[in-house]
């Protein structure tokens, strides 16, 4: 009914940059929260940042001020541009968001499939 699709990962030195894209297709009435997570081998996944309908943001304390999110509406997307990164940041990053659909009456937490971003040294 509702997709998320993850684009934009890939393999980056240490110091580079990857801008992440989440693309929200379906039968879809409003987005409240979007939001990026990642999970590294053998950890948990975390939080990395979110984004609400009105714009404000909140990040994880680890990519303050090298990470932005950023989101269109109109094109139901939620952006993450990764700068300066770092080799801890190599895991796999996926989409998360919440969603109102035109055929039920609640919102759904709906996740991608992640995407791989990789940082070498």
């Known amino acids: 009914q509702v997709q998320l699709v993850e684009s934009g990962g890939g393999l980056v030195q240490a110091g580079g940059s990857l801008r992440l894209s989440c693309a929200a297709s379906g039968s879809i009435s409003s987005i409240r929260n979007m939001g990026w997570y990642r999970q590294a081998p053998g950890k948990r996944r975390e939080l990395v940042a979110i984004?609400?309908?009105?714009?404000?943001?909140n990040y994880a304390d680890s990519v303050k001020g090298r990470f932005t999110i950023s989101r269109d509406n109109a094109k139901n997307t939620v952006y993450l541009q990764m700068n300066n990164l770092k080799r801890e940041d190599t895991a796999v990053y996926y989409c998360n968001a919440e969603v109102r659909m035109t055929t039920l009456p609640h919102s759904y937490d709906t996740w991608g499939q992640g995407t791989h971003g990789t940082v070498s040294s």
């Open positions: 984004v609400t309908s009105g714009g404000s943001t």
